[in-house]
């Protein structure tokens, strides 16, 4: 390995302004320590040939005194080397602490299974896409146990710890494709929290974030009903398998009868999704708590729509428009 002339193979090629930060360090570093072994294990190797008893050599003496003057040169030495590592990886170090005014802000949340970017125009993806030429300053959050943000090519690593959030920043230098991996490594995460960093061109980014702005471009109403039910964390009360949890499970809701806590007999069809989106405990399904959230405020026509939509792609009744309810 000390022979080694590619010491570049060790690394990703440079993505971002970090990657010579990292490098350049690290191969000053490896070269000195290099320098340094050699020159331990080859005076070890003369001095061993050379005070080495031979057949025909006296009986060994006692050993005289310290050289002080060697001993103070290979003291200096030392410190020479580590003084030398110290501040070869200083100013990047203090580089990464803090971001750059107007760094353009992407909430990061990690849990075991997935990683989830908020962008501060209220796009979520599972995919981190950033521009190029931007500093871009990732705010993470973990919603279970500690995780770790690996990013090789940007020379980014930062843990994500329970209760806290933790910042790092980066800016990309070429347009492409870069992985992203947990530095956790466990049965769960090594794999699932695989994803990546796609690095695009100013005016493709602004094009990417024009185009997810709009949740309704692209996908028909159903899935875009079901982005909305992942989105908003819908999932964590409503199955979609007919399984109970907080709340009643989705499948076979839309056009359905229901008995309501209060006696009433309800059919699940747009009315009533409606409201029990915007006033969720207004009617409540007996056998459960009236505990949901209101999304009043929170989610538009066009969105209680969509998710109407889904419902009825999910229930055997979801042609009837809610008029047959047994």
Known sequence: ?????????????????????????????????????????????????TFMRRGDAPAPVRGGALNLPLLGLWLLGALGLAGFAFQAGLPGLLDRGVAPYGAYGVQVNAREGAWKFTYPEGSVTDTLRVPVGRPVKLALTTEDVAQDLLIPAMRVQQAILPGRTTTAWFEAVSAGTFPVYSGTFSELTQDSLATAVVALAAPDFDAWLASVGDIFVGRTLPEVGELLYNRHGCKACHSLDGSKLVGPSLKNVYGFE???????TIVADDAYIRQSILEPNA????????????????????????????????????????????
Not at 288 to 302: E, Y
């Open 258 to 264: 229901f008995l309501t806590t209060t006696g009433e």
């Open 1 to 49: 390995m000390i022979g080694s002339a590619n010491l570049t193979a060790w690394f990703p090629d440079w993505g971002s302004t970090f990657a010579p930060d990292v490098d350049m360090p690290f191969h000053d570093i490896y070269f000195a320590a290099a320098a340094a072994l050699i020159l331990t294990v080859g005076l070890a190797v003369v001095f061993v040939r």
């Open 283 to 326: 009617s409540v399904i007996d056998g459960f708590q009236p505990v949901m959230t209101p999304f009043a405020g929170v989610l538009g026509d066009r969105e209680i729509g969509a998710i109407t939509e889904f419902l009825k792609s999910i229930s055997d009744r979801g042609d009837t428009g809610g008029q047959e309810g047994k």
